[in-house]
């Protein structure tokens, strides 16, 4: 039978899981953890097909949690479900190779029609999301130059074009062509997106 293994500090996410899970009939196993340390220890002691992943934390950043999860199971499914705002996040969540993103604003039902779609070996994101994000799982944050990690660390704390340009010694041109090169790069749509890669890519 298919054992998941939701990590969320929130406890009524558990019994609201348990609760489909039994209602949709099928012999499911969840074990719940509320930090990333008992995450990563029972993952390193079980196998599960599935890990249902909240990005808020209190501890540790989700999308950092789902970095480190998979550099240590490369295969393991990750659903990552969150309140955090579907149209950025489940773009960071497809970029940071999550297998599906839900929105705890959906339905239980959708919940676990994700559960099964992943247990078996499928993607499970938001419409329109795939096509967003073709390109940015090829060309992802990795493939930046020295100089735009610079430049998407300054634009990440709030420097404008002209202060980035003054204290690199180089063009306000030149910022905003590294500017849209990152933009391009990343999938980012503006700088509250980017801002977000950012925080994903420090680990």
Same mark, same amino acid.
């Given at each position: ?36 340390? &008992? ?5 390193a002691t079980n196998a599960y097909q599935l890990v249902v992943l909240d990005i808020g934390l209190p501890e540790v ?37 999550? !297998? ?53 660390? &300054? ?15 180089? !063009?306000?041109?030149?910022? !905003? ?27």
């Amino acid at each position: 039978m298919p054992r998941l293994l939701l990590v969320d500090d929130h406890p009524l996410v558990e019994v609201a899981i348990e609760a489909a899970l039994q209602r949709s009939g099928g012999d499911w196993v969840l074990d719940s953890v509320d930090d990333d340390q &008992l995450a990563m220890s029972r993952l390193a002691t079980n196998a599960y097909q599935l890990v249902v992943l909240d990005i808020g934390l209190p501890e540790v950043d989700g999308l950092q949690l789902l970095k480190r999860i998979l550099r240590h199971y490369p295969a393991q499914a990750v659903l990552i479900y969150t309140a955090q705002e579907e149209e950025v996040y489940a773009r960071l969540a497809m970029a940071g190779g999550a !297998s599906g993103f839900i929105n705890k604003g959906q339905p239980m039902a959708v919940l676990v029609e994700a559960f099964e779609a992943l247990t078996q070996g499928e993607q499970f994101f938001p419409d329109g999301v795939e096509h967003d994000t073709e390109t940015a799982g090829v060309e992802s944050s990795s493939t930046l130059t020295l100089k735009e990690l610079q430049i998407i660390g &300054l634009l990440a704390q709030g420097y404008s074009n002209l202060q980035i340009a003054s204290m690199l010694n180089i !063009s306000n041109k030149t910022v !905003s062509t590294h500017k849209k090169n990152i933009l391009r790069k990343t999938g980012a749509n503006n700088l509250f997106e980017l801002a977000a890669v950012y925080k994903e890519m420090q680990n």
